[in-house]
């Protein structure tokens, strides 16, 4: 799952698309309203993404990582956050959010954290529309950069799906759907749905993970690794007693928990 669509399955509609810009160039905009463009500063370009949701809506974090200088209520963007991801190779500009920002330098955050607001502010006090300015761009230190303004990759290619699950069992079995359950993309509500398992459906599964209060399985079908929600996660309650008590939404079977967990980070 990549970040843009990561925002729209949390709600957000995208209103300025890189890749759809009358230039045919992916990022060369040139956005001008009554003489004023709004792009000059890099040149006409605009490598980010704008996306709206409601005027001060709260804007999730897209991955973990930890929040960088650059970050501060009068910003580039005006309220801008910058928050630096090592292990995917990326930092990620969030601008305009309002000037209360939800975070500060050196705070550790994780993916679906609040950053901050949708707001209008910026950095010339121009008149805009409420919205979210996100850029994305390589991890570190950028020859030439103006001050994360116009330097910007592709998020399409980012995926940030491994930060969706927090918890993960390698675990083999299978497992026979009661009920009709979706095939996503990933352990998540918001990842892509890929069709329908129907019941009496025995599957092998490989993965097991815990995230937005349910239990998952990571299962192969048509030559793709696909996940199923299998059951609600109650507090206290281990997926091999659920599977005993009959709270999943099918039975799972020969069950090897010899792999146990897998270790994070």
């Excluded at 020859?143 to 491994?162: D, H, Q, Y």
């Excluded at 690794?225 to 309650?237: F, L, M, P, Y």
Aim: proline share 3%; charged share 20%.
């Amino acid at each position: 799952m990549n970040p843009i669509d990561y925002l729209v399955g949390q709600g957000f509609r995208v209103t300025s698309d890189p890749t759809r810009y009358r230039s045919g160039i992916w990022g060369k905009r040139d956005y001008t309203v009554d003489g004023y463009n709004y792009d000059t500063y890099c040149g006409g370009y605009h490598r980010a993404y704008d996306l709206a949701k409601a005027h001060l809506a709260p804007v999730p974090a897209v991955c973990s990582g930890e929040v960088a200088p650059g970050t501060a209520r009068h910003g580039n963007f005006g309220g801008t956050v910058v928050i630096a991801n090592k292990a995917l190779g990326i930092q990620v500009i969030y601008g305009h959010l309002d000037r209360n920002l939800k975070v500060r330098v050196g705070q550790t955050v994780r993916q679906g954290d609040t950053v901050g607001l949708q707001s209008n502010t910026n950095y010339d006090n121009v008149q805009m529309a409420s919205h979210l300015h996100i850029q994305f761009q390589k991890y570190g230190y950028i020859a030439g950069e103006r001050a994360f303004v116009c330097t910007g990759i592709n998020p399409l290619k980012i995926n940030v799906s491994e930060a969706v699950h927090l918890d993960t069992w390698l675990w083999h079995g299978h497992f026979t759907a009661d009920s009709r359950i979706r095939l996503r993309d990933h352990p998540s509500k918001q990842a892509a749905a890929r069709g329908i398992i129907t019941p009496g459906t025995k599957v092998r599964f490989d993965r097991l993970y815990v995230n937005e209060g349910l239990w998952w399985i990571r299962i192969t079908t048509g030559g793709k690794q696909r996940c199923i929600a299998v059951g609600e996660k109650q507090t206290g309650v281990t997926f091999r007693r659920a599977n005993t008590l009959g709270r999943l939404w099918g039975k799972a079977g020969g069950l090897d928990t010899s792999r146990g967990k897998e270790k994070q980070g």
